[in-house]
DNA sequence: GAATAACCTAAAGTTCGCTTTAAGTCAAAT
DNA sequence: ATTTGACTTAAAGCGAACTTTAGGTTATTC
């Protein structure tokens, strides 16, 4: 049994345009075409695809994901080199999220001033010294130097 | 005491090109020139780029920022706004964060499977039950349904 | 005073992941 | 039989945040 790439992108929660786009950058290697041209995806395709999600999910690019098609098609022989992208993603991943994480801290920081300031005036927000030693800790870029 | 466009890009570690594409979009407001047309940074203009690079890694957009730049010049009155744009961003940057977390136990579990499939052989790896179970969990995309 | 380094503007190019447009074919429903 | 709707390709466009290029002026240094 085979889907028309609408059925397809109502299945994924993707758009035709999306689907073709894919096919097009050779993400989609395995989906045949009718002699009409019309595509028809199987139930493999389909496996594939949430495979797809699944990778572009984990934060890897269309290219890296292409790549990882190149490897797959190497079979067993890749299996290394397949293991350290995930691991290589994996630790972008955790340099993002402490990122964010400090993202956070500065956030909160503007949202207590802001706080401050709608409280007792935006010009008297430092005098609570608190805010004073939390902006000095955050915002004190170590790589800029005022001269004099 | 100024400083001349090379000399602050140095300092906060961007190229002149960035400074320069951040005055013409209206990210410098202050920054003047002299009359033969070069640029003059004087220690409010980099205390402002200090300012920019925050707002920056707060996860604001450019636009964002021109955004805020105006509501700064509108003063006390925007006060409100800019409050409530901090609080938006810190909800986006949870939900960036928590996004994020997913992703990670979805490459630990890439990670295992290779490991699983490195010690075992790639058609073996889901004879160990946790891992499919785990695959089962992370994977099965809710909105596909494969029909019959 | 001449070479070289740093500055200037304006505009086009880059990357990523699509989206949109244009122009057309094909199959089903009325 | 014709209209509607889903499919096709190919190519251009988009938004974000720069980067690069081109062509030119100014400032510093030998």
């Known amino acids: 049994m085979t889907y028309?790439?609408?059925?397809?992108?109502?299945?994924?929660?993707?758009?035709?345009?999306?689907?073709?786009?894919?096919?097009?950058?050779?993400?989609?290697?395995?989906?045949?075409?009718?002699?009409?041209?019309?595509?028809?995806?199987?139930?493999?395709?389909?496996?594939?695809l949430m495979m797809l999600e699944c990778l572009k999910s984990t934060g890897l690019q269309l290219k890296d994901i292409k790549h990882y098609i190149n490897l797959l098609k190497k079979g067993n022989s890749s299996l290394v080199e397949r293991?350290?992208?995930?691991?290589?993603?994996?630790?972008?991943?955790?340099?993002?999220?402490?990122?964010?994480?400090?993202?956070?801290?500065?956030?909160?920081?503007?949202i207590r001033y802001y706080e401050e300031a709608l409280k007792h005036g935006e010009e008297n927000v430092f005098k609570n010294k608190e805010l004073v030693r939390e902006r000095d800790k955050l915002f004190k870029l170590n790589k800029v130097r005022i001269s004099k």
């Open 4 to 48: 028309t790439i609408g059925k397809v992108a109502e299945m994924m929660g993707l758009t035709t345009h999306t689907l073709r786009f894919y096919d097009k950058e050779g993400l989609l290697p395995n989906v045949s075409k009718a002699k009409s041209g019309v595509r028809q995806f199987t139930d493999a395709d389909i496996n594939w």
């Open 83 to 110: 293991a350290e992208m995930f691991k290589e993603q994996k630790i972008k991943c955790q340099q993002e999220i402490k990122a964010l994480k400090q993202t956070m801290k500065k956030l909160d920081f503007k």
